[in-house]
């Protein structure tokens, strides 16, 4: 998808915002937007319900990874699965963190916006990225923030998993994204998969979502009788 000016525009008030936000808060959980190590935690269990039960052994790749807090989460409330991490971001100081503090890790930094990264993962996450809007329009965040989710959707094989903030909240905040959950399950459906599911069931005013590529739902229904709810190839 190919993405205009504007877009850029959005892209460079986040990289501004963050990499001041990693200035101003070394080490702490502000460094990455984020309210409490309670809050994160709360967030990451939720997306960590996309792999839950599935096989051990997956890659993963976390798209704003930040501090790479995700894959802290990994090793100490997962320690029995076997992650390929890896991750991406568009802010050079989160980057830099990265491959300063897990040499042994693969992190890019590049925009998602413009383009999907040519390699492949089992799952593609995003936490927290779509909800500090900044300065931008509402018109533009979606613009950004749902090319992002598509070519996101691009490089996973087996699920995408991501948040927003609810629009069923008891506060409004001028520079918060507040979600449209009609207009993001048209833009999922429209442009990403009609295999998706909404979790909106936890204490934090926001949601998670999954979306599936629908080969990764074919498999677990191999039975002839079920084949029209499917794409055909040749169709």
């Given at each position: 998808m190919k993405m205009d000016k504007k877009t850029n525009s959005t892209r460079d008030d986040q990289v501004r915002h963050f990499s001041e936000l990693f200035r101003k808060h070394p080490g702490e959980p502000m460094a990455v937007s984020s309210e409490s190590p309670v809050h994160k935690r709360i967030r990451f269990d939720q997306i960590a319900?996309?792999?839950?039960?599935?096989?051990?052994h997956f890659s993963l790749h976390d798209v704003g990874m930040g501090m790479g807090h995700f894959w802290e989460y990994l090793q100490q409330c997962h320690p029995d699965l076997d992650v390929q991490y890896s991750g991406t971001d568009v802010v050079p100081e989160y980057h830099r963190h990265c491959i300063e503090t897990y040499p042994d890790l693969?992190?890019?930094?590049?925009?998602?916006?413009?383009?999907?990264?040519?390699?492949?993962?089992?799952?593609?996450?995003?936490?927290?990225?779509?909800?500090?809007?900044?300065?931008?329009?509402?018109?533009?965040?979606?613009?950004?923030?749902?090319?992002?989710?598509?070519?996101?959707?691009?490089?996973?094989?087996?699920?995408?998993?991501?948040?927003?903030?609810?629009?069923?909240?008891?506060?409004?905040?001028?520079?918060?994204?507040?979600?449209?959950?009609?207009k993001l399950l048209h833009v999922i459906r429209d442009r990403m998969s009609r295999f998706f599911e909404v979790r909106h069931n936890y204490a934090l005013f926001e949601f998670t979502v999954f979306v599936y590529p629908e080969d990764s739902i074919r498999l677990k229904h191999p039975e002839a009788e079920m084949d029209k709810y499917f794409s055909r190839p040749d169709a």
């Open positions: 319900q996309i792999f839950a039960g599935e096989e051990k693969d992190f890019h930094l590049r925009d998602l916006a413009e383009t999907p990264g040519p390699e492949m993962h089992d799952y593609v996450i995003l936490s927290g990225v779509f909800h500090q809007m900044r300065n931008s329009n509402r018109r533009e965040w979606e613009q950004f923030a749902f090319a992002i989710l598509e070519n996101s959707f691009k490089m996973c094989r087996k699920g995408l998993a991501f948040n927003f903030i609810s629009p069923f909240v008891d506060f409004h905040q001028s520079e918060v994204y507040y979600c449209d959950l009609m």
